[in-house]
T-cell receptor, first 115, second 115 residues
């Protein structure tokens, strides 16, 4: 089965706190891609990062960082020093490459950053 | 600036009406997708198109059809709208680069209410 689990339905933090959004995936493919998207209140999903299964290096982009661990099938997303503008729904997605076009999305985590 | 546009942000229709949701992308992408987004269910794929006049069913195609007569335009059709089709509809496109699927670019969404 191919599946993405985002167990945290909603998280609330106070501005400047660090927060980690969890993503656990299942796939039998050895080659696959993982994504994170942000959906602000305006509704449009915005692409944040793409990672292929052969690249386990962690990535940092400003206040955002991603921790990919194949051993635990996780691709977690951390926001450092959160800001009110980070309030959004965040989706993790899996694209297995076994001849399929399908992107499998998690159910999303709603992050509320309080001033 | 690359863009995916959807014909309406909000739409209210009556049960039994035929509904057209239009999506246009200006990035010359091969792939286009229609999803519906419901609370607690994440994004579910309705239909996918990988070329003009080509389409494949996603996870929940029942009650929907699609049309892709031009590369940039992908239409979702509700043949006879029902109240359980009240939802947020998201269109996306993505390129194929080096034979693999890449990040998707999303439109702003259409919130459809069927009364």
């Amino acid at each position: 089965a191919q599946k993405v689990t985002q167990a945290q339905t909603e998280i609330s933090v106070v501005e400047k706190e660090d927060v980690t959004l969890d993503c656990v995936y299942e796939t039998r493919d050895t080659t696959y891609y993982l994504f994170w998207y942000k959906q602000p209140p305006s509704g449009e999903l915005v692409f944040l990062i793409r990672r292929n299964s052969f690249d386990e290096q962690n990535e940092i982009s400003g206040r955002y960082s991603w921790n990919f661990q194949k051993s635990t099938s996780s691709f977690n997303f951390t926001i450092t020093a959160s800001q009110v503008v980070d309030s959004a729904v965040y989706f993790c997605a899996l694209n297995p490459t076994s001849g399929t076009y399908k992107y499998i999305f998690g159910t999303g985590t709603r992050l509320k950053v309080l001033a | 600036d690359v863009k995916v546009t959807q014909s309406s942000r909000y739409l209210v229709k009556r049960t039994g009406e035929k509904v057209f949701l239009e999506c246009v992308q200006d990035m010359d992408h091969e792939n286009m997708f229609w999803y519906r987004q419901d609370p607690g269910l994440g994004l579910r794929l309705i239909y996918f198109s990988y070329d003009v006049k080509m389409k494949e069913k996603g996870d929940i195609p029942e009650g929907y059809s699609v049309s892709r007569e031009k590369k940039e335009r992908f239409s979702l059709i509700l043949e006879s709208a029902s109240t359980n089709q009240t939802s947020m509809y998201l269109c996306a496109s993505s390129p194929i680069i080096q034979g693999s699927y890449n990040e998707q670019f999303f439109g702003p969404g259409t919130r459809l209410t069927v009364l």
